[in-house]
């Protein structure tokens, strides 16, 4: 292997890499504030869809997640326009599913138990396959 | 530790979520080649872009999917919208092959299948962990 299609290797891992733990951390963020916040449908039903929006909105850790999820979008993009579209994006969709998995577990002590890990896995297996 | 919050009306949820989110992409793309390229000299395009109806359908579409998303990760795990929700892939690659007349080669079968047995999997399991109270950090922060 050249030393040039190594660099390209490499500098497409660290975009991939990029895009994959900007989605994770957003897509963690915004689910530690939607369990902080509670169940949409009980504060819907007390407050309204007004007062639901407003809690939502209000949620610093929503902000926080919402940022990485953008941080994320363009990271993709800036991918997009240096590697193929048929690596980076079964490969950032595919592996965020794994990400997540372990995050889920980590940080908000979900019980990941062997059936959702199957699960993880499997869609992993199942977008690199619909991409190829 | 883990418990089922599933109602029929949260599994409709779920539908949405994994029905809008590629349904939006895909109209977000058609009105993009309708509108060709942007560069960055010429931002202005994009304001002409949301005069295009398959772009305003495809972000109308995405506001449906991230209200939905938001309201299932308030009554279930991650780890179980995200898996749950993949079918979508599937229902867009059904459309192409049945409306379209789309050929799907083999191994996109073969994924769609993997992906239906994961959706299988997950959906059958609890659907939320209840956090015991030594988690300060996932108390409630917003009333």
């Known amino acids: 292997m050249s030393t040039l299609s190594l660099q390209h290797g490499w500098a497409d891992a ?5 895009i994959v733990i900007f989605a994770t951390i957003g897509d963690v963020m915004i689910a530690a504030a939607m369990r902080a916040i509670g169940d949409l449908d009980d504060i819907k039903a007390r407050r309204g869809l007004s007062g639901a929006i407003l809690a939502v909105l209000g949620s610093p850790r929503f902000v926080f997640g919402v940022s990485f999820m953008a941080l994320s979008f ?10 193929d579209l048929s690596l980076v994006a079964p490969a950032s ?5 794994v990400t997540n998995a372990i995050a889920a577990k980590i940080f908000l002590h979900e019980n990941v138990d062997s059936r959702r890990w199957l699960a993880a896995v499997l869609v992993c297996a199942g977008v690199t396959l619909m991409a190829l | 530790m883990t418990k089922s919050t599933m109602t029929f009306r949260r599994y409709v949820v779920l539908g949405v979520v994994a029905v809008t989110a590629p349904l939006g992409d895909f109209l ?13 000299s010429h931002l202005s395009t994009l304001i002409y872009a949301l005069k295009t109806p398959q772009i305003l359908l495809g972000i109308a579409l995405l506001i449906c999917f991230f209200s939905s998303y938001l309201a299932s990760l308030s009554w279930a795990d991650l780890t179980y919208v995200l898996p749950a929700t993949s079918i979508g892939n599937v229902i867009v690659a059904l459309l192409a092959h049945f409306g379209k007349h789309e050929h799907i080669p083999l191994t996109r079968w073969l994924g769609i299948i993997l992906i239906t047995a994961a959706v299988g999997f997950v959906t059958r399991g609890p659907s939320y962990t209840e956090i015991p109270k030594h988690h300060p950090e996932l108390e409630v922060e917003t009333r």
């Open chain 1, 14 to 18: 660290a975009m991939i890499a990029a």
């Open chain 1, 74 to 83: 363009f990271s993709l993009l800036f991918a997009l326009s240096h590697a």
């Open chain 1, 93 to 97: 969709a595919s592996l965020t599913f």
């Open chain 2, 28 to 40: 977000l793309s058609i009105g993009m080649a309708r509108v060709g390229p942007v560069s960055l």
